[in-house]
């Protein structure tokens, strides 16, 4: 069945790093996807999947079974983010053995990053900017009263321009990856206490 989706049409000029099952690693893309699918899905053909739903080309595709029509969007200093917060399987990363199967029962959610960065940065802060994001997603949960670093299946994409001086660093301190960490926790903030008041069934004030 083919639930709401969400197409960043970034064009050619960009690279990105991204732990999406369609597009990941780091390379030039000119798109990112990140589709819903219904808490159920089953297909063992993800990537497959994703490239028949995508526009063509290289691209960076993410699958969530959170309501991508309840996305948010923040922006600091040229940075630019929009996520997809669901959180019914909320995890620690660091969890004792067998929490897997615990889990598996419960309704899932993800929780989908991307950010824009409208300057180059090169690979060691491309990394640095992942750990940016993860750690800014973490602060937020945490701040929105959810005991946990994420959902086990979270994806992001960080998408940079290819021309152009290479930023050296992406780390919280620095210029840009500190405008990235504001813009994230915003986004997954907004995002997570959206999440909240829709799974308790009431109007968010």
Partial sequence: MRMGTILWRFGPGWRMISSAVLGGGIGPREWVL???????YARTDPVEHLIEMGPGGSGVGMLTAAMVEHYTRAA???????????????????????????EAGRRPGTINIIVAVPVALCDAALVNAVM????AKTQALIEAGFPCTGTASDAVCVAVREEGRQEPFGGPRSEWGARIARAVHRA????????????AGTARP
């Fill in 76 to 102: 600091d200093g040229g940075v630019e983010v929009v996520a997809t917060v669901g959180l019914g399987v909320p995890t620690w990363a660091a969890a004792p053995a067998g929490a897997a199967s615990e």
């Fill in 188 to 199: 997954v903030l907004d995002g997570a206490l959206d999440w909240r008041v829709r799974a």
């Fill in 132 to 135: 940016t994001v993860t750690e």
């Fill in 34 to 40: 990140n589709a819903q699918v219904d808490k159920d």
